[in-house]
């Protein structure tokens, strides 16, 4: 089946500074997904991505559709202590749009 | 708008005792829901996921089993837990494209 690829796995940066991390597949998706899941609380739908190229942001978050459809980024700039928690990409398994396949996820860190 | 309820919020069970988690939506009819599994650290498994009342597909060979008997309750359940059944345990619906979760059961299992 299809698998998402996230790097890096953890990242430990300093507060206020910028963050980068991308998802890559070896299929092309129509829809790109990303998540935000803070310790102990269910992830929470931060951006949706239908088009390749697209570029959204939500706040101080920027996710990207990468032009081959088969990698998206997201950018977080001027981190903050709040931050912190795993961010997962996800994709649809099949045309229907009901089944998502997930990233391992990028564990984030922030120091104060 | 619509909202996602998990249910208990944590659980600690024996080994070899029944479980009984509980999922419920409000604010959408005929949702997809799913159940996932996450282990600490880790990324999702699915687990279970329905189109509708009382149809369940399985992701997942194991000792665990899901039922829909309302529109907009899904129910996770075990008859004997094993160890390896420690987790936390999401739930989530789907209108088109997307996924929304649910808050999360914790469970141990000893």
């Known amino acids: 089946g299809q698998q998402l690829n996230q790097s890096p796995q953890s990242m430990f940066i300093q507060e206020g500074e910028d963050v980068s991390m991308n998802c890559t597949s070896s299929?092309?998706?129509?829809?790109w997904l990303w998540y935000k899941q803070e310790p102990g609380e269910g992830p929470v739908l931060l951006i949706a991505?239908?088009?390749?190229?697209e570029l959204t942001s939500n706040g101080r978050l920027t996710a990207q559709f990468g032009i081959t459809r088969k990698d998206s980024f997201l950018n977080i700039s001027a981190s903050i202590p709040s931050d912190v928690g795993i961010y997962f990409c996800?994709?649809?398994?099949?045309?229907?749009?009901?089944?998502?396949?997930f990233g391992g996820g990028t564990r984030l860190m922030v120091k104060p | 708008s619509q909202t996602i309820h998990q249910w208990p919020a944590t659980l600690v069970q024996p080994v070899g005792s029944p479980l009984s988690l509980e999922c419920t939506v409000e604010?959408?009819?005929?949702?997809?829901l799913y159940w996932y599994r996450q282990a600490a650290g880790r990324g999702l498994q699915l687990l279970f996921y329905?189109?509708?009342?009382?149809?369940i597909s399985s992701e997942v060979p194991q000792n665990l089993s899901a039922s829909r008997p309302q529109d907009r309750q899904f129910i996770l359940s075990s008859k004997k837990l094993l160890l390896s059944d420690s987790g936390f345990y999401l739930c989530?619906?789907?209108?088109?494209?997307?996924?929304?979760f649910g808050p999360g059961t914790r469970l141990t299992v000893l």
């Open positions: 989530a619906w789907s209108p088109t494209g997307t996924q929304y």
């Open positions: 996800a994709g649809p398994l099949n045309n229907a749009g009901n089944m998502l396949t």
């Open positions: 604010g959408t009819s005929n949702p997809n």
């Open positions: 329905s189109v509708g009342i009382g149809q």
């Open positions: 299929s092309i998706f129509n829809t």
């Open positions: 991505l239908y088009k390749a190229g």
